[in-house]
């Protein structure tokens, strides 16, 4: 199976900056997409920003300009730069993993880390 590791949250006033970190461990013969996602209390998940071999790269309007995400392939790691930090980026931030475990087959699985809680004081 595999395993999504996050680390890298915590406290942070209102600009200030956090990375987050997110390494994929296990049965991986290739990882398509990597990305973050968050979910704040009451509210729906919501995509933060996503690079789909590490090319096509995307991101929510509310964080373009502040946040970036990068991935070294060789750690099959993704990271999460965020900058300028607000209060409302205050939420649970989840990595995700669409994974090839094979080179047999072309099926693909979406994988969550635990999450990881990022709170911005104003």
């Known amino acids: 199976q595999v395993q999504l590791v996050e680390s890298g949250g915590g406290l942070v006033q209102a600009g200030g900056s956090l990375r987050l970190s997110c390494a994929a461990s296990g049965s991986i013969f290739s990882i398509n997409v990597m990305g973050w996602y968050r979910q704040a209390p009451g509210k729906q998940r919501e995509l933060v920003a996503a690079s789909a071999s590490g090319t096509d790269i995307n991101y929510a309007d509310s964080v373009k300009g502040r946040f970036t995400i990068s991935r070294d392939n060789g750690k099959n790691t993704v990271y999460l730069l965020m900058n300028s930090l607000k209060p409302e980026d205050t939420a649970v931030y989840y990595c995700?993993?669409?994974?090839?475990?094979?080179?047999?087959?072309?099926?693909?699985?979406?994988?969550w880390g635990q999450g990881t809680q990022v709170t911005v004081s104003s």
């Open positions: 995700y993993a669409k994974i090839r475990h094979s080179a047999l087959t072309f099926y693909q699985l979406d994988y």
